[in-house]
Nanobody, 122 residues
Framework: QVQLVESGGGLVQPGGSLRLSCVAS????????VGWFRQAPGKEREFVSA????????EYADPVKGRFTVSRDNAKNTVYLQMNSLKPEDTALYYC???????????????WGQGTQVTVSS
């Protein structure tokens, strides 16, 4: 059993920054790839970013490339999502999720957190 807990969300003005954290409060994901997803009101959940188990491979959705950076500290059992130059369209509930493999797969994750709200508004 793995439990993931996200934190770091909040209200920020356009152009601002936030850093989200994802901790495995139960279990571990040091051997697993981890992804970030988001869901805006009235929209389907979408992929944002992912990082391989060692951090050597990362992926980003086109809307966030160049603005978001995913990283991890396996000693702290934590994955981060640094979000810069935030836009109102980034407003969503952000989830972290653990993949079953160490590399970033095409299949969906097997464990999900509860999400942290990010609101970008002036």
């Amino acid at each position: 059993q793995v439990q993931l807990v996200e934190s770091g969300g909040g209200l920020v003005q356009p152009g601002g920054s936030l850093r989200l954290s994802c901790v495995a409060s139960v279990g571990t994901f040091s051997s697993n790839a981890v992804g970030w997803f988001r869901q805006a009101p009235g929209k389907e959940r979408e992929f944002v970013s992912a990082i391989s188990r060692g951090g050597g491979m990362t992926e980003y959705a086109d809307p966030v490339k160049g603005r978001f950076t995913v990283s991890r500290d396996n000693a702290k059992n934590t994955v981060y999502l640094q979000m810069n130059s935030l836009k109102p369209e980034d407003t969503a509930l952000y989830y972290c999720a653990r993949y079953a493999t160490g590399l970033i797969p095409r299949s969906p994750p097997d464990y999900w957190g509860q999400g942290t709200q990010v609101t970008v508004s002036s």
